[in-house]
């Protein structure tokens, strides 16, 4: 007898923030920063949150862990640890690769929304290890697609 194939059933992944799903949406790519680490990536539908319908099918690919320290003076400085232990811990390279597909203009702005949407009210609250994820636009659900959802 044949054993059954389980079928792996996508997981949804929610964008509360405007800026970075309308950067999704538009140019197809968002980088997204989140507190905990998926059990899993790969195929994965999303959603503006809970209640909304499916908005998208997407990828969702591990990029590494993001270690995040505040400055002073309202600046903040991100580094990443690749999953192969490679580093990068420069601005200049965050603002490149990432920042600017974040849908956000800076790394300032991106953590200020990051401490928004997770109730972290002053720096000294926030949590240095974090999680970057690239999430890849596959098929943008037409309205009446959605309602059905």
């Given amino acids: 007898m044949k054993k059954k194939?389980?079928?792996v059933r996508a997981m949804v992944i929610y964008f509360k923030d405007?800026?970075?799903l309308n950067h999704l949406l538009k140019h197809g790519v968002v980088y997204t920063i989140r507190k905990h680490k998926r059990k899993r990536t790969g195929k994965d539908w999303l959603a503006k949150d809970r209640k909304s319908g499916k908005i998208a099918n997407v990828i969702v690919e591990y990029v590494g862990k993001l270690e995040i320290v505040y400055l002073g003076d309202n600046k903040w400085?991100?580094?990443i640890v690749f999953p192969n232990g490679k580093k990068y811990v420069y601005d200049d390279y965050l603002d490149e690769k990432y920042v600017q597909h974040s849908g956000f203009k800076?790394?300032?702005a991106w953590i200020r929304a990051l401490m928004r949407l997770n109730g972290i009210r002053t720096w000294r609250k926030m949590t240095i290890d974090w999680h970057l994820y690239k999430v890849t636009l596959v098929k943008k659900l037409e309205e009446r697609d959605r309602r059905g959802s």
């Fill in 106 to 108: 800076t790394l300032n």
């Fill in 18 to 20: 405007e800026k970075a």
């Fill in 5 to 7: 194939e389980r079928s």
């Fill in 77 to 79: 400085r991100g580094g």
